[in-house]
């Protein structure tokens, strides 16, 4: 175990991230390709010291009674293992967004324009648990270019560090600078602080964690942030939707992993299905635990000991766990100013047969995943073809919803002309 109070020398991280972000940029798709291959093959043939890292993180987490849901989502990786791997796979299998040509012209002095995808140079993450995090930045941010300066949580910091070993050998064994993926071992926070001031070396930092995390990384820091990953989330049951397929997609969206930015935090039902409708979400989705907090015209409709009257701050909570608000509406328009009120901006969705409710939803819901028909639960990298994601962008900046390749490049204007003087 590294101890908090070990000083590390973050401009020198900085220093040496800087440069190894040279050596990335001028990697051939083919190199870069043939060390992602490698890290797969090398985190299958570490499995075993990775969960041992893992189990010393989990036994620390249940001593100090940490919720087992949240062990379960955020720190365990036995169950996590191959999809990690296999996205490393997947991430390799990507077109290359680096040196991507678009938006080419020739203009009437004969000028030829393009701009060309190139790395933003060196990224700053700050992340709080779920060690697979670890391999997702790293992996992405190697295929796309760029180095690479993590900051983890105290929680999961024996995984994070076996993770990156492993990391680090792979780039050793194939001539690639170690640098490239470099780790802040300490749980001292004053290194999140600095981290923000590192300007003259870090390019863009990437918070995911808290809401707290966010609010302090976009006051402190003098670097550009990009945040999201705060998920409110709301399926809206349209007065034409089906019912019974409207069930298995919404036990999706709350339980198959409730402590997860993209789980549903918020059911709406419009008032003509909701007498059906309510009790059976209660029966369906409380069998497998989750409790229930429902305003007054919801809760007149449930005679439920798993019901609750909600509160007023409940319908802007991030639940993180088996617990879902409830909510009847008379009208698409009444679901929709709710839902305006209440987001944060990260997946909503509509469940209907109404093809021109389903548009009016689409064109008036700004989130940045907007849903028809399916589960909130699809905000994912991988999920959505990425190979995995660094984040999932809130912003309306640069990216917006799950971070991947081409998010985490720029372009520079290359202009090519034949000794050509400006007239």
């Given at each position: 175990?590294?101890?908090a109070?070990?000083?590390?020398?973050?401009?020198d991280?900085?220093?040496?991230?800087?440069?190894a972000s040279?050596q990335l940029?001028a990697?051939?798709?083919a190199?870069k390709?043939t060390?992602l291959?490698a890290?797969?093959?090398?985190?299958e043939?570490?499995t075993d010291?990775i969960?041992a890292?893992?189990e010393?993180?989990?036994?620390?987490?249940?001593e100090?009674?940490?919720?087992p849901?949240?062990?379960?989502?955020?720190i365990e990786?036995?169950?996590?293992?191959?999809?990690i791997?296999a996205?490393?796979?997947?991430?390799?299998?990507?077109p290359?967004?680096?040196?991507?040509v678009y938006?080419e012209?020739?203009l009437?002095n004969?000028?030829?324009?393009?701009?060309?995808?190139?790395?933003?140079g060196v990224l700053?993450t700050?992340?709080?648990?779920?060690?697979?995090v670890t391999?997702d930045v790293?992996?992405l941010?190697?295929?796309?270019?760029?180095?690479?300066?993590l900051?983890?949580?105290?929680d999961v910091?024996n995984?994070?560090?076996?993770l990156?070993?492993?990391?680090?050998?792979v780039l050793r064994?194939?001539?690639v600078d170690?640098?490239?993926?470099q780790?802040i071992?300490?749980?001292?926070r004053r290194?999140?602080?600095?981290?923000l001031?590192?300007?003259d070396?870090?390019?863009?930092?990437?918070p995911?964690?808290?809401n707290?995390l966010h609010?302090?990384c976009?006051?402190?820091?003098t670097i550009?942030v990009?945040?999201?990953?705060?998920g409110?989330?709301?399926?809206?049951?349209?007065?034409?939707a089906r019912?019974?397929?409207?069930l298995?997609?919404?036990?999706n969206?709350k339980?198959?992993?409730?402590a997860v930015?993209?789980?549903?935090d918020t059911?709406?039902v419009h008032e003509?299905v909701?007498a059906?409708?309510?009790p059976q979400?209660v029966d369906?989705?409380?069998?497998?635990?989750v409790?229930?907090?429902?305003?007054?015209?919801?809760l007149?409709?449930?005679?439920?000991?798993?019901v609750?009257?909600?509160?007023?701050e409940?319908?802007?909570?991030e639940w993180?766990?088996?617990m879902l608000g409830l909510?009847v509406?008379?009208?698409l328009?009444?679901?929709?100013?709710?839902?305006?009120?209440?987001?944060t901006?990260h997946?909503?969705?509509?469940?209907?047969?109404?093809?021109?409710h389903?548009e009016?939803?689409?064109?008036?819901?700004?989130?940045?995943?907007?849903y028809?028909?399916a589960s909130?639960r699809?905000?994912d990298g991988?999920?959505?073809?990425l190979g995995a994601?660094?984040?999932?962008?809130?912003?309306k900046m640069?990216a917006?919803?799950?971070m991947?390749?081409?998010?985490?490049?720029t372009?520079?204007?290359?202009?090519?002309?034949?000794y050509?003087?400006?007239?």
């Open positions: 175990m590294v101890e109070t070990q000083i590390i020398d973050l401009v991280m900085g220093r040496r991230a800087r440069r040279y940029a990697l051939s798709t190199t390709n060390v291959m890290i797969a093959d090398a985190l043939a570490a010291a969960l890292a893992n010393r993180d989990l036994a620390a987490a249940r100090n009674g940490i919720d849901l949240y062990i379960r989502d955020r990786l036995e169950r996590r293992m191959p999809g791997i996205d490393v796979r997947k991430v390799a299998a990507l290359d967004p680096v040196g991507r938006d012209q020739v009437e004969g000028l030829r324009i393009q701009k060309r995808r190139v790395p933003f700053g700050i992340y709080e648990s779920r060690p697979n391999i790293s992996t941010a190697f295929k796309s270019g760029n180095a690479v300066i900051r983890g949580g105290s910091l995984s994070n560090l076996e990156v070993r492993v990391l680090q050998s064994a194939h001539n170690v640098d490239a993926v780790y071992a300490s749980t001292d290194y999140v602080a600095d981290m001031r590192l300007h070396y870090i390019d863009m930092i990437i995911r964690g808290g707290g609010t302090f976009r006051e402190n820091s550009p990009i945040t999201g990953g705060i409110i989330c709301h399926l809206y049951v349209d007065a034409s019912l019974d397929a409207a298995p997609v919404i036990h969206a339980t198959q992993r409730p930015c993209n789980a549903l059911l709406l003509q909701a059906e409708f309510l979400v369906y989705l409380g069998k497998d635990g409790q229930f907090r429902a305003e007054p015209r919801a007149a409709l449930l005679d439920d000991d798993r609750s009257a909600a509160g007023p409940d319908f802007d909570t993180y766990a088996l909510k509406v008379s009208s328009d009444e679901a929709i100013d709710h839902i305006r009120a209440h987001s901006q997946s909503d969705g509509i469940l209907t047969e109404d093809a021109q389903a009016s939803f689409l064109n008036a819901i700004d989130s940045a995943a907007v028809v028909n909130t699809f905000t991988s999920a959505l073809g994601e660094v984040a999932i962008s809130t912003q640069h917006r919803g799950p991947a390749l081409e998010e985490l490049t372009y520079k204007w290359v202009i090519r002309g034949d050509t003087s400006r007239a």
